[in-house]
T-cell receptor, first 111, second 113 residues
Framework: NAGVTQTPKFRVLKTGQSMTLLCAQDMNHEYMYWYRQDPGMGLRLIHYSVGEGTTAKGEVPDGYNVSRLKKQNFLLGLESAAPSQTSVYFC??????????FGSGTRLTVV | SQQGEEDPQALSIQEGENATMNCSYKTSINNLQWYRQNSGRGLVHLILIRSNEREKHSGRLRVTLDTSKKSSSLLITASRAADTASYFCATAYSGGGADGLTFGKGTHLIIQP
């Protein structure tokens, strides 16, 4: 039982490049989330999904897009990377009124 | 903006002592959760306490919730070196967290051997 798997684990992008982060869960959870973690800022919600084919904006959605075409996958896209998007990105999944299961994170550097 | 705020920001104690961390929040919640994060790793769920509960236990962990004061505390008893980590409280509004948890900035706990 792998839980939540994030790929890639590390990535360096040049300003203006685009990329997609993949999150996969094998727990049949309805809800999935993308957070970013910056030093001294805690975790901030980027986008979330309450079911296959649905997505919604979180606290800091600008510059990101998401898709949930399959229940087990939640993709986070950066359209045109900026240095301000340098961060550690965490995906999580859950079912209602339960704790979240987090992936191990993707460390992204934009130069 | 951050909903929960942990206090203290950092805590260093001797192995075997108890560690207490506090969390305050601003608006009504459905539930409050505590997570642990070891350096360079993902967050691990520790315990969830619902708004109609006052206290919950899990092994060496004890969580209390005071909705009148909008605060929660996490007590780790008989601390071990392996408890060294950052601890975050997270609050859920309506939907039990379906529309996302709001995390505090965390308490960095160091257990001295």
């Amino acid at each position: 039982n792998a839980g939540v798997t994030q790929t890639p684990k590390f990535r360096v992008l040049k300003t203006g490049q685009s990329m997609t982060l993949l999150c996969a869960q094998d727990m049949n959870h309805e809800y999935m989330y993308w957070y970013r973690q910056d030093p001294g800022m805690g975790l901030r919600l980027i986008h979330y999904s309450v079911g296959e084919g649905t997505t919604a904006k979180g606290e800091v959605p600008d510059g990101y897009n998401v898709s949930r075409l399959k229940k087990q996958n939640f993709l986070l896209g950066l359209e045109s990377a900026a240095p301000s998007q340098t961060s550690v990105y965490f995906c999580a999944s859950s079912k209602q009124n339960y704790g979240y299961t987090f992936g191990s994170g993707t460390r992204l550097t934009v130069v | 903006s951050q909903q929960g705020e942990e206090d203290p920001q950092a805590l260093s104690i001797q192995e075997g002592e108890n560690a207490t961390m506090n969390c305050s929040y601003k608006t009504s919640i459905n539930n409050l959760q505590w997570y642990r994060q070891n350096s360079g790793r993902g967050l691990v769920h520790l315990i969830l306490i619902r708004s109609n509960e006052r206290e919950k236990h899990s092994g060496r962990l004890r969580v209390t919730l005071d909705t009148s004061k909008k605060s929660s505390s996490l007590l780790i008893t008989a601390s071990r070196a392996a408890d060294t980590a950052s601890y975050f409280c997270a609050t859920a509004y309506s939907g039990g967290g379906a529309d996302g948890l709001t995390f505090g900035k965390g308490t960095h706990l160091i257990i001295q051997p």
